[in-house]
């Protein structure tokens, strides 16, 4: 009778596993219902990506001199809710392009790890060739799995700055910390090991983190500014995992770009 519990309690165990495995994609990314809207002062804008996918974003340009954030949102976030946490920042005259992934906001495709570093590479490009401007004018931007994407593009081009807000070191971490009775490591393939990419990137770093996040650490994002001894960190006591909305944060982003500007 024992041996039968256990063989069940196996084949239950196995099953969770297999399903976990199989439905990965679905518990990473969530994108939220489709709006419609277009926040004041942005226009709705198509680029593609270099796997040949067209995505829809906005795009606010900058006033003149001023730089521009390529900003890469959170896993439940659209590209209006990116308009909505840099508005402090447009009103200051920085340009924004809030980058979209594939599968959200009624884009084709479906997201994964490398989907969402090729959208990445079709924004860059979209502001590079298709906006003309210098690398020196862009600062990149990533909020929670966001983070993951702007590391990766940090490791192939060069901008002025990269700005990473509740980020962690590694997405399997992550994981690990919340699903302790599975072997997370061993199921994972999306990974984004943002603590294995830092060490290949030039730019200033400015990490910002809330004390209080229950969905990634702060220990992960201390772990992550520890592999680069120059990076910026900076937390926020009292805050969680929606930091992005303080607008302390939005003061802090400028005032990091205009302190790295004064050492140029």
Known sequence: MFAYVVLILILIYGALIALVFLNQNRLIYAPPVVRDDIPAGFTRVTYDTPDRIDLTSGYLAAREGMPTL????????????????????????????????RGYSGNPGTPSEEGLYQDARGAWQFLREGKGLAENDIVLVGNSIGSGVAVQLATEVRARALVLISPFDSLEETASRKLRWLPVRMLLQDRYRNDEKLPEIGEPILILHGEADSLIALEQAQSLASVRDDTVIETFPGWGHDLVVNDAVQARIAEFIASEADQM
């Not at 900003?71 to 392009?97: C, E, P």
């Open 70 to 101: 390529l900003f890469f949102h959170g896993n439940t976030s659209n590209w209006q809710s990116s308009a909505m946490v840099t508005d402090q920042l447009a009103a200051q005259g920085y340009g924004i392009l809030a980058a979209e992934y």
